[in-house]
T-cell receptor, first 116, second 115 residues
């Protein structure tokens, strides 16, 4: 079974530029998560999708971050414009997403973003 | 809201020695508890999870953890570590009563195993 795929693996941009990350979850997984992991910290949830609807985006900086999950499969996370403090690893995870369950979240390898 | 505290940012240990990584949580509701491992330049991998029942949970790679409700702790242990166990370990909690699982992670503990 293929795991969660993410691209690119690394990205370096100047501040105020825009960037996009792509995630392909495990086939059949209804729930998709985007996390931000700043160096030395644990992952922080940015947004959670159930199929193609948003369940939780309370910690997403909506003035610069946006995310979509077209057709309830792949997802894209965008930052526009980027700030220095956005330098982090962006992790995508997916799970079966059965409501009321404790389904395991499976993580992709992440995209390491450096903002100069 | 839930929070997780991992007091040890780094734990050095010699190969074949036992190790314990500490995790304490705070929550006003019942929670599920998880330990994840992150190897360099990789995503997180689930080691084990506590949902209910026996407070001693066994996971992959010889790790186990014990849930202690009175002390709000979920410490991770391994009786004999290997060089390959060198990694970052994250404790996480999730509210048992919400419809959709939302993980809150601690800041992580780096386990350094030396020969």
């Amino acid at each position: 079974e293929a795991g969660v795929a993410q691209s690119p693996r690394y990205k370096i941009i100047e501040k105020r530029q825009s960037v996009a990350f792509w995630c392909n979850p495990i086939s059949g997984h209804a729930t998709l998560y985007w996390y931000q992991q700043i160096l030395g910290q644990g992952p922080k949830l940015l947004i959670q999708f159930q199929n193609n609807g948003v369940v939780d985006d309370s910690q997403l900086p909506k003035d610069r971050f946006s995310a979509e999950r077209l057709k309830g499969v792949d997802s894209t996370l965008k930052i526009q414009p980027a700030k220095l403090e956005d330098s982090a690893v962006y992790l995508c995870a997916s799970s079966l997403g059965r409501i009321g369950s404790s389904d395991t979240q499976y993580f992709g390898p992440g995209t390491r973003l450096t903002v100069l | 809201a839930q929070s997780v505290t991992q007091l040890d940012s780094q734990v050095p240990v010699f190969e074949e020695a036992p190790v314990e990584l500490r995790c304490n949580y705070s929550s006003s509701v019942s929670v599920y508890l998880f330990w994840y491992v992150q190897y360099p330049n990789q995503g997180l991998q689930l080691l084990l999870k506590y949902l209910s029942g026996s407070t001693l949970v066994k996971g992959i790679n010889g790790f186990e953890a014990e849930f202690n409700k009175s002390q709000t702790s979920f410490h991770l242990r391994k009786p004999s570590v290997h060089i390959s166990d060198t990694a970052e370990y994250f404790c996480a909690v999730s509210d048992m009563n919400t419809g959709f699982q939302k993980l809150v992670f601690g800041t992580g503990t780096r386990l350094l195993v030396s020969p």
